[in-house]
Each structure stands twice: as C-alpha cells, then as structure tokens.
C-alpha cells in the first residue's frame, strides 16, 4: 500500500518519508522508535544537569523573534518559581506563531552551559490546558526533511491500522510456544503503555525477523560443500619463506590462521572461510599468505575491499610483497579505456593480483584462472555479493575478514555458509590506546592538546554520528561541528568526510589527510574501517553514547598504527549510568573480543545486530531492544520448522526471496 493512500500524506511528505527509505505502509510500521520519552513525571530545571531531556512545566514570560541572526531563532523567557531560562528554537519561525504567554509543558533537552545560565534548546511544547501528546511514554522516531514527531506518530496510527503483518513462522509453532499475535507486537513497540510492552512486542518482532534470516541462512547453507576443482601445489616449506618476508614475526593466532587456510585449500572441497580478528591483529598478513598460495600455484586472485581508498591502500601493500607478479587496481572510479585494459588483462591472464572494490564483482570483469577471492571488512559484502566472486571462476576459493569480533556462538548462527577461525591476539610491537572520557568543561583542554599535538606534527579525527542534526538538537551535526573546530582551533588545518561525498572526492580528502595536507579530519563513521595513517593520534568521538561499544573499539583502532603513543576521547551528550557503565567497557578494555561480549550483554540483540548502511535486512530491527537469547530462540525454532515435520517448502521460498541478496547482514 503507498504511503499517499494515508490521509495528509502529501508528494512532498511522502518523498520525507522516502529519504528514511520508506516506501510502503508495510515499510513505515517498520520504521520503529529510536527511543521512547517517559513523560510520566516532570522535572525542574534547577535540579537538571547538562544534556538531561527531561519534562517540565514553566510560564511564558516574553518571546523574542530574530529573523535576522546567522542562525534565525526564536526565545521565550521561562520562570519555574523564581528560576528563570530560555527556550530557543533555531531555525524554527513558525513557533512564534504557536507559542504565547502562559503556562507550559516543555520537552527537550538542558544546556546548561558555565557561566551562561540555563536553556533548552528546540523542546517540544504543548499548553498545560491543552496538553495530549506530552504524557505516558511516547515513541520518539529518526526524522528527515521536513518531517517532525508529531507527523510521523500520527501517520503511524493509521498505518498500524492498515499494514498487512502476518507471521511465517509455521502456525502450529506459534501456538504451541504460545507466540504474539505479529500485528500486536508492531502496537505494542509503537505505542507502549508500559516498558513492559516495549519488550514483549520487540522480542516478537525480532524473533520473528531471525527466524526468517536463519532459514534463509539453511537455504543458503544447502550448497555449501562444493568439491574442489582448482588444486595447489604450493608447499608448507613455501609458505613459511614467504612469511619471512614481512618485517615482524607471526603471532600464534596468525600461524593458527595460515594453517587453517593452507589446510582448506589442499581440502578436497573449496575453501568459504571467514578470518575474524580484532584491530591490529593481523589479518591482512593472513590474508597476503592465502593470495601467494592461490598465484604460487599458478592461479589469479583478487583482494575486494569497500571503499576505494582502502583498495588502492592494499595495491600499495601486495605490490610491496609481489615484487615478481602482475598487480592492478579495479575501481569504479577508472576511466573507461581504463576499465577495459584491466579486463582484457584479467581474461587474458596477464595479471595476476588484482586489488578493487566492487567494480570487480561486475558481470563484464572475467578471469582466466581465479583460484582466491579475499573480501577485506566482512560486513561491507554479503552473501550474494560473495557468491558473484565465487561464480567468476569454477571453484574459485573464498576468503572474508572481519574486523567486528564476535562472539563464536553467534559467528556460527549468522555466517552459517562459512567456516570461522579467529585470530585473539595482536603483534607484541603494537601500543595500547588510552581511552578517556571527557566532560564538557574539559574540552577546552582538550581543543589546546589537539592543537599542540598538530604543531609536532601529529594529527586527529574528529567523528560524529551524523551527517545532519536531530530535531531536539541532541546530536551536533558533522557539518556543524566542521565550522565549530574551524573558529576554535584557527591554527589547525580541518578537512571534513561524510558519506553524502561522492566516492572520488571522499578518496581525495583521505589521500590528503594521509599526506599530511590536513591536521585533523573531521567525519562521520565513514572512517570507520581500512583507514591507516600512521601520524593520527588521537580519536575524538562526539556522542560517544549512540555508538555501540565494537563500532567505538572499530573507530579507536584507526589511531595507534605508528610508533608514536595514541589517544582516544570519548565525549557523551548524556550523563546516565547505564551510559557510565557501557562507556567504561571501553575505557579499561583494548581486547576487542571481551568488549564484544560485554556489549553483547549490554546491548541485548538488538543494537549488537544490526547494519551500518541503510538496506533491507536487518535494518528494519536495528533500533529494538531485546535479549540476544531471542536469536537462540529464533535458531531453534527454524531447525524445529525444517526438521521434516513441516512442509518448509514454502518457507524456503519466502527466506530466499526476502533475503535474495543478504549483502546488509551485519554485526556491530
């Protein structure tokens, strides 16, 4: 059903609600809360600390209009008893039209800056009298265009009215584990009476959605063990001479590794293996051994990475170890002449290692010999996307990385079409990174260190969430930020990155900022894999609290890659202590393994599976919260479905069709 079918949904809304990629009524109900508001109690403000969004009720003495201000604004003066502050709403105009002199409940969030006073920055306000929407717990949404709360709760009303939900779980399962009604669970999570329903209604929905993708993952699985047609003759004598070739000894997990490859590739069937490990662990070394079996042995093999920078950063690498074999690089940023002299010379065989990105799972790109396909960062390439590589050569092997630890009961249900070995420790060489937070008084401080360490000649990353802000001007925008540090640090040299960049434009900054053009790099978490510049030092993340615990241990791991010692600063919009207790994991933990159980435990299933870039699978889910036993629970009931007392038939068809491609299978 088409969103335009909902009554006020106009073209222009509709195309507002099309930028969250949401299409369909179906797609909008599974558009769930980012957050929910308890506006069951109110708060003063004399007793709010910086950052809290809290409820309060306060009188309207004056409201100001200023159209004219770089950032247009409207402000009411507020009395709560004799404690006076401001309500600013920028960019807002409209609300002077709304608000007049009285009393008033305000939702929002406190800035209480030192020695400025107190204010709340663009709350949400309703009259006392009047007031409907500002109470009992409200479902708080991720917003585009000109879309606000309001809008989107009740163009969600009608939806949940209209979307047609059924589950495909088989019935008698539903019944005998005494399952949800599905289009309840959708109620539940969007218009909660209680906290209690929030959870009873995401663990439905979850468990519905996992239950869906591991019977795609059964689908999947069911051609696993191909028999192998491309067979090595390279030699473990072989291989442990090339290993000497890199300037630093292996460590155990690296020597467990290569001998889990070796073993695979001299197996009777082809090699599909995922290599996890954690930052600075050495995968790559790993990973540069299983490409010298693949051309030791007379074969070709390719090395696909996400982003063009990280492709061209492992050319530079193999070109370094391959001195004797034909190296180039596939991206889709080559001219066509280009393009075409590179495939002529894979058909043809004259090269022999080729480093891209996915301009080479491209259906014209054809090898003469592919024997190994490497896919650098895991979560980036799915399991269609992998499938496309396997396809470009008959029996071609298969090797994935992922820099996202795990834990292995997980790596087991969610890569079920690979084999998982692991690398659990690092290089001796490599320096632990300190970690800290830092409160807001203290950035000052923290804006001169990065200013001196800039003057030695040493640089930083400066990360936020987002690209724009958020409606209740919680969350300060990369673009704002960028003109923030800018009059701040004015000696600094600032270069800004985001993901709305076009690729050859995000590859210039980078190979800039690598070159030392820049002193700081100011970005979203597009820098979050395959960045390596030895000079950056420091890592400052702003709203550090919206970030799961392994994406923060992935973003402090581009820091720390020289001799020189690194720095990493968490900065947090809130003051919980469940925040407290996340962010501490981090602080007092480098073994990216045990965060990844912590988070884990912290997290639930929810936010720890999830994906990093918008898509279909799994994304839907990324923002419920539920217990990681609900994907056991998902697991056991897809084995009861298939264990041939069901006709799984139609099952199977379903799981493939809505996970043909499963290339945004991710975990955080």
């Not at 402000?75 to 608000?99: D, E, H, R, S, T």
């Not at 917003?143 to 009740?154: A, D, E, I, K, W």
């Amino acid at each position: 059903m088409k969103l335009t079918e909902l009554k006020f949904v106009s073209e222009k809304r509709e195309k507002d609600f099309n930028k969250l990629d949401i299409y369909t009524v179906e797609q909008l109900v599974k558009h769930f809360p980012r957050d929910y508001a308890d506006l069951s109690k109110t708060t003063l403000l004399r007793d709010a600390y910086h950052n809290d969004v809290v409820l309060t009720v306060c009188e309207v003495l004056t409201v100001e209009v200023n159209e004219y201000s770089r950032r247009p604004y409207v402000k009411a003066l507020c009395q709560q008893g004799g404690f006076m502050f401001n309500a600013i709403w920028f960019n807002q105009m409209y609300v002077a039209n709304k608000l007049s002199l009285g009393e008033y409940v305000f939702y929002g969030r406190v800035r209480n800056k030192y020695g400025t006073g107190c204010s709340m920055y663009n709350p949400s306000f309703e009259r006392t009298d009047k007031n409907k929407n500002l109470k009992g717990i409200i479902p708080v949404y991720s917003l585009s265009g000109g879309l606000t709360q309001g809008v989107v709760r009740n163009t969600m009303r009608q939806a949940l009215k209209k979307a047609l939900l059924f589950s495909h779980i088989p019935g008698p399962l539903i019944k005998k584990y005494r399952l949800l009604p599905l289009p309840e669970a959708y109620d539940r999570v969007h218009f909660p009476k209680d906290a209690e329903d929030i959870r009873l209604g995401a663990e439905r929905i979850a468990l519905e959605e996992y239950f869906l993708l591991i019977s795609a993952f059964k689908v999947i699985k069911g051609g696993r063990d191909e028999a192998r047609l491309m067979q090595y003759n390279v030699t473990e004598e072989c291989v442990q001479k090339f290993i000497k070739r890199f300037p630093f000894e292996f460590t155990e997990g690296q020597n467990t590794a290569v001998k889990a490859v070796f073993d695979c590739v001299k197996s009777p069937r082809k090699m599909n293996m995922l290599l996890q490990g954690d930052v600075g662990s050495g995968k790559t070394a790993v990973a540069l051994t299983a490409i010298y079996m693949a051309v030791k042995s007379g074969y070709q093999a390719t090395m696909i990475a996400p982003t063009e920078v990280l492709a061209r950063q492992n050319a530079e690498l193999i070109k370094k170890y391959f001195p004797d074999y034909g190296v180039c690089v596939l991206t889709g940023s080559a001219s066509a002449s280009e393009k075409k002299k590179i495939k002529a010379s894979l058909a043809a065989g004259n090269t022999d290692i080729v480093c891209g990105t996915h301009a080479v799972i491209q259906k014209d790109v054809c090898f003469k010999k592919l024997a190994l396909a490497v896919c650098d960062e895991q979560h980036r390439f799915g399991v269609a996307q992998r499938a496309s590589l396997s396809d470009k050569s008959d029996g071609c092997d298969v090797l994935v990385m992922s820099a996202t630890p795990i834990p292995r009961t997980l790596s087991l249900i969610f890569y079920g079409d690979l084999d998982v070995t692991s690398i659990k420790d690092k290089p001796r060489a490599r320096q632990e990174i300190s970690t800290s937070l830092i409160p807001e008084r203290k950035y000052d401080d923290m804006y001169k260190y990065v200013a001196a360490r800039a003057a030695a000649g040493e640089q930083a990353y400066f990360v936020c969430p987002k690209i724009e802000g958020d409606e209740e001007g919680s969350v300060m925008s990369v673009t704002e930020l960028y003109e923030e540090l800018r009059q701040k640090i004015p000696s600094v040299r600032f270069a800004l990155l985001h993901g709305k960049m076009k690729e050859k434009q995000k590859a210039e900054i980078m190979t800039a900022f690598k070159n030392k053009e820049y002193d700081c790099l100011v970005s979203t978490t597009v820098i979050e894999v395959g960045v390596d510049v030895p000079d950056a030092t420091t890592m400052i993340i702003y709203n550090a609290e919206r970030f799961g615990l392994s994406q923060l241990h992935q973003l402090r791991g581009r820091v720390g890659r020289g001799n020189k010692k690194s720095y990493c600063f968490l900065l947090t919009g809130a003051d919980s202590e469940e925040i407290r207790q996340r962010l501490s994991v981090i602080k007092n933990n480098n073994d990216g393994f045990k965060i990844a159980e912590a988070d884990l435990q912290l997290r639930g299933g929810g936010d720890f599976m999830g994906t990093r870039q918008s898509g279909k699978v799994l994304s839907e889910i990324k923002n419920l919260k539920f217990p990681v036993e609900t994907i056991f629970t998902a697991k056991a009931l897809s084995d009861e479905a298939f264990s041939g007392l069901f006709d799984t038939r139609r099952l199977a068809r379903i799981a493939a069709e809505k996970y043909n491609s499963l290339k945004d299978v991710t975990l955080n």
